[in-house]
């Protein structure tokens, strides 16, 4: 998928009403399965989940103020933000000061709308921009929220690109908020962007690449607490959000902060500007895969990280403030990524004493006439010296400061000449 394609996925999904469960989030769903397949799990009201319990479902139709003429001054059918996440059912009249209280605004950011959720206390509310209830008078005000809170389900959908080996790349990403283009919009059209390149190469890749597609916190617990048998063959996991704000690339390593796919990511980014921030127990879902229960090399992908930018979790983070650019280039970023956690080995050198005689081999012979000749002179040098069954070809990729591709071309070569060999895992 081009940039221009994510990003209309991301314009497609962005009217849909989203929250942690319902109607909303289905649908999301069923468009992001037009691209990917996807496998749709349920898990009802009431089910107990770790130390957590699935909520009740909610859904809304429609809701609204209205002043004495009739007129709607807090529309939902403007912006789905307007409404707090998870409002009971209203229907009423009330004054200004009796509303005051369930209304949220910004005053700093005025013609911005606010996203609020109250998804485990059962209240209502409103959220409007501070110019709008500056302009309101004393009422009364007819006030409707047409939704439902009942027993329902939880909705979680997977899409698995089969491997090789058992061992999975997990990427996930959130389904739960609702207009907002960045957080989380922009992750799910990456993380299918990433899916449908990876089911379209050519032969299976050595891992197993799951993708979920899930809300916030109650999602990645209810996974977890389905999966927990087999959660030991995730070999790396990223959590995807914020991906196509026109800022850098920010990675928050996992809590164990070393591990293979904090290496393989900060390897990637390394000639790019980008940031890499230590683990937090607070964030996006890396923080219920890196519970120390299960401690799971999880890390974190984002372009400007939450809360970092003026639009974050306001109506200001619509789809123009994605680019199709910036999207483009979390996609790579990624690709570039698996390209790493696919081609890192551990080698044995077979001619470990002195350098063996790469000419009459045809090795040097075969690099005659490339631009990057020496670099790639260079990078079988460095395999050779390093494959002691010890150090990985990232592991020589962080050594040495050479492209990681540079020295998975070398170590082909030398495999095919017969001077090294594949540890086994």
């Excluded at 990003?7 to 962005?14: D, G, P, Q, S, W």
């Excluded at 890749?205 to 959660?231: C, D, H, K, Q, S």
């Excluded at 500007?273 to 996006?284: A, I």
Aim: with cysteine; net charge negative.
């Amino acid at each position: 998928m081009t940039g221009a394609e994510l990003h209309a996925l991301v314009e497609r999904l962005y009217p849909l009403c989203r929250s942690i469960t319902g109607d909303g989030v289905r649908a999301t769903l069923e468009i992001v399965g037009e691209h990917v397949p996807l496998e749709i799990t349920e898990v009802p009201t009431g089910t107990e989940v770790l130390d957590w319990t699935v909520p009740k479902e909610w859904n809304i139709r429609d809701a609204y103020v209205k002043d004495a003429t009739g007129r709607r001054v807090v529309d939902f059918r403007e912006s789905n933000l307007h409404v707090v996440g998870y409002s009971v059912p209203v229907s009423g009249t009330y004054s200004l000061a009796e509303l005051r209280p369930r209304l949220h605004t910004l005053p700093e950011q005025p013609d911005l709308i606010p996203y609020r959720t109250g998804y485990y206390a059962e209240t209502w509310g409103f959220c409007l921009r501070q110019s709008t209830l500056e302009a309101l008078d004393e009422g009364p005000y007819e006030v409707l929220i047409d939704s439902t809170l009942q027993d329902g389900s939880l909705t979680i959908a997977e899409h698995v690109v089969p491997g090789r080996t058992e061992e999975e790349v997990v990427i996930s990403c959130h389904t739960c908020h609702p207009s907002l283009a960045n957080d989380n919009l922009a992750g799910i059209a990456v993380a299918t962007g990433l899916a449908r390149r990876l089911a379209g190469q050519r032969g299976r890749p050595r891992f197993t690449y799951r993708f979920l597609f899930m809300p916030g916190t109650i999602g990645a617990i209810t996974w977890l607490a389905l999966n927990r048998e087999r959660v030991h063959r995730i070999a790396h996991g990223l959590t995807l959000a914020c991906a196509g704000d026109p800022g850098s690339l920010t990675y928050k390593r996992s809590r164990r902060g070393d591990a293979g796919i904090d290496r393989a990511v900060t390897h990637v980014l390394k000639d790019r500007p980008h940031d890499v921030l230590p683990f937090s127990p607070y964030g996006y879902d890396e923080r219920q895969f890196c519970s120390p229960g299960f401690n799971l090399p999880f890390g974190s992908l984002t372009r400007t990280p939450y809360a970092g930018y003026p639009e974050y979790h306001t109506s200001g983070d619509n789809p123009n403030f994605v680019t199709p650019t910036a999207l483009a280039d979390t996609l790579e970023t990624l690709w570039q990524v698996t390209r790493v956690l696919e081609g890192d080995r551990t080698l044995l050198n077979l001619s470990p004493y002195g350098e063996p005689q790469l000419g009459r081999r045809g090795l040097y012979g075969s690099l005659g006439g490339r631009s990057d000749t020496k670099q790639a002179q260079m990078a079988m040098l460095w395999v050779l010296n390093l494959s002691d069954g010890e150090h990985s070809l990232l592991d020589i990729a962080q050594r040495s400061d050479m492209p990681f591709a540079a020295l998975e071309d070398a170590a082909q070569a030398l495999l095919a000449a017969g001077l090294v060999k594949e540890m086994a895992c």
